[in-house]
């Protein structure tokens, strides 16, 4: 199975077996990565999944649409050129090994 | 009309019985287990009670719209269309994006200290000057929500006193045409009429939510004739529902202690419990869809021209997608896919504004209860909103 690696704003690594076909942020919830808030479930009102996805992997990740960007915009913690929003990326296989880094905070 | 698909069961129990709303959760068993869907020959509507049903209605803004009323009667869906609520599209995105402006994260950063503050000081005094006795309802639910969102919505006085009553009576009339519907249509009505007539320039606090609206209508933002139904997106829901949230909560640690001795050795497990309380107790138990073309739903066919009735209490308490639902578990993994606040375009914008003042008030009790224990509840009977009409407690305290 594909792993993924979520990295905290202090530097604490947890890699997790990541089931193709779910989002990056049912992903880090359904393995108890804490940090991702996710308010919305995923509606995209939120933007508290926030994440910084390595940028060696962002090439896997389609595009940020116009809505993700508006909540990027908003969003509590700085917003970089890596910036996405995990309820918005879904696994694939291909995405095996990918690291994804988490802000300080979601609000 | 009649369900012509006989391949969707049918069902003639009431949903909205008194016997029935105090303890929906065996009736919204019975009707998941029936099917994806459940036609309720009382109301001729269909019941979605399964978590993929009532997401797919959520989801599918396309052929399961708003914009002819997400009420369960005829009259309330005339009365509203055109409101944020009860709106699709382009129009909905136009009309969301002045309604829900001041409920964004960044906007609310203007509240908080005001809402720890008043949070902190209503604790010390319900735990100093009343001892730790208090009415879970009046004395402890409804405190910041009348105090701050009433005040942030803006209306005058006399108005401000009179919305938890306008509230209360508006989601009633949102239910079938039943007698509580019926009975709470004039209180309905004395609402709109004073948002016609007294929501106005001049009579809002200026800088304030509605006073907003009229900035929008006037810089051509939003519809001018929109403006009277507008003032229902802040009216009806910015009261009740929190209280409902609030009141559950205390309801549930009373029944749960380890799960408070939990929260109280992790805070940071604060905002998963208050997903968990809304998942278990949907303040809202549920909005209605029109439906605009014939929809496959898991195998059967909704329909064009029908209506559904999206039950989030139902779908919250759905097997299928949580674990052993009816447990109260405040570490629950995915408790924040309940659908308390709907899904998608719709969803609640006033979301953010009710879980800072939820988490405020129980970051508050945090660090002064010990303990919970209800000594009195007396449940409200209401078409939509789960609420307690007392709830009295007494806590242990540090």
Redesign the interface.
């Known amino acids: 199975m594909a792993k993924l690696t979520f990295v905290t704003a202090l530097g604490k690594a947890t890699t997790v077996d990541a089931t193709a076909g779910e989002t990056l942020m049912?992903i880090a919830?359904?393995n108890?990565v804490?940090g991702i808030?996710?308010?919305?479930?995923?509606?995209m009102?939120?933007?508290?999944c926030h994440v910084y996805v390595a940028p060696q992997f962002l090439d896997w990740c389609p595009p940020r649409s116009e809505s993700e960007e508006d909540l990027l915009a908003?969003?509590?913690s700085e917003l970089r050129d890596n910036s996405r929003l995990s309820c918005q990326i879904v696994m694939r296989p291909e995405m095996d090994g990918m690291v994804v880094h988490l802000p300080e905070s979601q609000? | 009309m009649l369900d012509t698909n006989d391949r969707i069961p049918q069902s003639n129990y009431d949903p909205y019985h008194d016997g029935a709303l105090p303890n929906p959760f065996p009736g919204y068993d019975m009707l998941r287990d029936m099917g994806p869907a459940v036609w309720l020959t009382k109301y001729e509507m269909y019941a979605l009670t399964r978590y993929s049903s009532v997401k797919q209605a959520l989801n599918d803004d396309t052929n399961f719209v708003s914009g002819r009323g997400v009420m369960m009667n005829e009259q309330l869906n005339n009365l509203l269309v055109g409101n944020t609520l009860c709106s699709d599209g382009d129009m909905h995105t136009r009309l969301r994006k002045v309604t829900a402006a001041p409920m964004?994260?960044?906007a609310l950063k203007s509240l908080q200290d005001e809402i720890r503050m008043e949070s902190e000081g209503l604790v010390d005094r319900l735990l100093g000057d009343r001892g730790g006795r208090f009415d879970a309802v009046k004395d402890l639910a409804q405190y910041l929500p009348l105090k701050i969102v009433s005040n942030a919505v803006g209306l005058a006085e006399e108005g401000r006193e009179r919305m938890l009553e306008w509230s209360e009576a508006a989601f009633n009339c949102f239910g079938p045409e039943n007698e509580r519907m019926l009975r709470s249509l004039p209180v309905l009505g004395e609402m709109v009429e004073y948002a016609n007539n007294q929501a106005v320039r001049g009579k809002l606090r200026k800088g304030s939510w509605a006073d907003a609206i009229l900035d929008a209508a006037d810089s051509g933002a939003v519809p001018k004739e929109a403006v009277s139904v507008l003032m229902g997106d802040y009216l009806v829901p910015s009261l009740d529902t929190t209280i409902s949230g609030i009141v559950s909560a205390v309801w549930h640690f009373d029944r749960s202690p380890d799960q408070w001795d939990k929260l109280r050795n992790d805070n940071?497990l604060l905002?998963n419990a208050v997903?968990e309380v809304l998942r278990l107790e949907a303040p809202l138990q549920g909005f209605g869809r029109y439906v605009a073309n014939d929809v496959q739903m898991d195998g059967v066919t909704i329909p064009k021209d029908s209506r559904v009735i999206c039950f989030y209490g139902a779908a919250n308490r759905d097997p299928r997608q949580f674990e052993n639902p009816d447990r109260f578990d405040i570490a629950r993994?995915?408790a924040?896919?309940?659908?308390s606040?709907?899904?998608?375009?719709h969803?609640c914008l006033g979301?953010?504004l009710a879980?800072l003042e939820i988490v405020s008030l129980f970051t508050a009790l945090l660090s002064r209860v010990r303990r919970f224990h209800v000594r009195n509840e007396k449940r409200l009977v209401h078409n939509l909103v789960r609420n307690y009409e007392l709830l009295e407690v007494e806590v242990e305290f540090d």
């Open positions: 049912r919830l359904d108890g804490t808030e996710a308010e919305c479930s995923g509606s009102n939120c933007g508290t908003i969003a509590a609000f | 964004t994260p960044g940071a905002r997903n993994h995915n924040n896919m309940h659908l606040f709907g899904f998608g375009t969803q979301m953010n879980r």
